[in-house]
């Protein structure tokens, strides 16, 4: 019995170290986001964000266009996860393995300065 609840108390443990680790994901930072999308992203979602970067011509899926009502009507974390895990089928892979969680939100927070999050015009 003991043994189980000293188990049970180190899983908690786990889990409460996990969600510390999340506590420390700072706010978006825009300014540091923009670096890391011109380094990136810009290629093929253009410098506005207008899915219009150097590269996009030679892709039969085109880039997000983040200024269309398709791509600022989606949530934070919609983007997020296509960010994170790609979007299939499509050139766009995940940068989860390439970015840390906070690059990907400082991207993100640039990405809304471009388009805001606009859910009906
Ligand atoms: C090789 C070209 C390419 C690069 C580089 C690229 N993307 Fe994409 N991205 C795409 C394509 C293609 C799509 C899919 C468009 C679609 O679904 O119609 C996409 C989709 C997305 C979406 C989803 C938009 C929506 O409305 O659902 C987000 C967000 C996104 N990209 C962010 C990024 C970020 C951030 C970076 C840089 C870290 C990046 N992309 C780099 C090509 C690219």
Redesign the pocket.
């Known amino acids: 019995m003991a043994k189980r609840m000293a188990v049970i108390a180190s899983f908690v443990a786990v889990v409460f170290a996990g969600s510390w680790v999340l506590a420390e994901v700072r706010p978006a930072n825009p300014k540091k986001g923009q670096a ?2 011109e380094q ?2 810009a ?3 253009g410098s506005a964000g207008d899915g219009l970067g150097p ?1 996009a011509r030679d ?1 039969i ?4 266009n983040f200024l269309s009502l ?2 600022r009507s ?1 949530a934070d974390w ?2 997020m996860v ?2 994170s895990r790609g ?1 299939l089928f ?3 892979h995940g ?1 989860a393995d390439r ?1 840390s969680e906070q690059d990907m939100l400082d ?1 993100l927070g640039y ?1 809304r300065t471009l388009a805001p999050f606009n859910p009906v015009t």
């Open positions: 890391l999308y990136h992203c290629r093929c979602h590269d892709l899926v085109p880039p997000a398709r791509s989606k919609e983007l296509a960010i979007v499509s050139p766009m940068w970015l991207v990405i």
